[in-house]
């Protein structure tokens, strides 16, 4: 619990809502795909990505989502795409879709700190401090988490 309430606090980036960069070209779309290879759809998904983060790192929420969304068309499994249109629901005041699309991210990258962070952070903001807890202490346990 002190873990929650510390972390509580702590400020997003949206580096952390879009996941690593080396993570896009990645997702299960992609698989078949070489490391240095990146189909078209991946390449969409991630540019619609950029673009949401960047209207989101402005407070143009209704813009991050409609990019989000077409990245999400682009490539429906993209956790990172979904990690972000959870906070852009959020600040919109949409908690439960807000919810159900950090809980699909964390389906889809289950050991994703990024995620569990930003899943914690908005369990925070509505009082739900132990299951925050829980996800804290999952993304500190998580080797690649860097934050």
């Known amino acids: 619990l002190l873990l929650a309430t510390l972390l509580c ?21 992609n698989a078949g795909a070489g490391p240095d290879e990146e189909s078209d759809s991946a390449k969409r998904a991630r540019i619609r990505l950029d ?14 989502l409609s990019e989000v969304k077409l990245a999400l068309a682009a490539d429906p499994n993209l956790p990172q795409a979904l990690n972000l249109q959870g906070l852009v629901l959020a600040a919109l005041g949409e908690e439960q879709k807000a919810e159900d699309s950090f ?9 994703d700190g990024d995620v569990m962070h930003n899943y914690g952070w908005f369990l925070c903001q509505r009082g739900r401090y132990p299951e925050a807890g829980r996800l804290f202490e999952r993304a500190v346990a998580t080797p690649q988490y860097r934050t």
């Not at 702590?10 to 990645?26: K, T």
Request: charged residues 20%.
């Open 103 to 111: 809980k699909r991210a964390l389906q889809l990258a289950s050991t």
């Open 9 to 29: 606090g702590a400020v997003l980036s949206v580096a952390q809502a879009q996941g690593r960069p080396n993570d896009f070209g990645r997702s299960s779309s």
């Open 51 to 64: 673009l949401a983060g960047a209207y989101f790192s402005e407070g143009r929420f209704d813009n991050a």
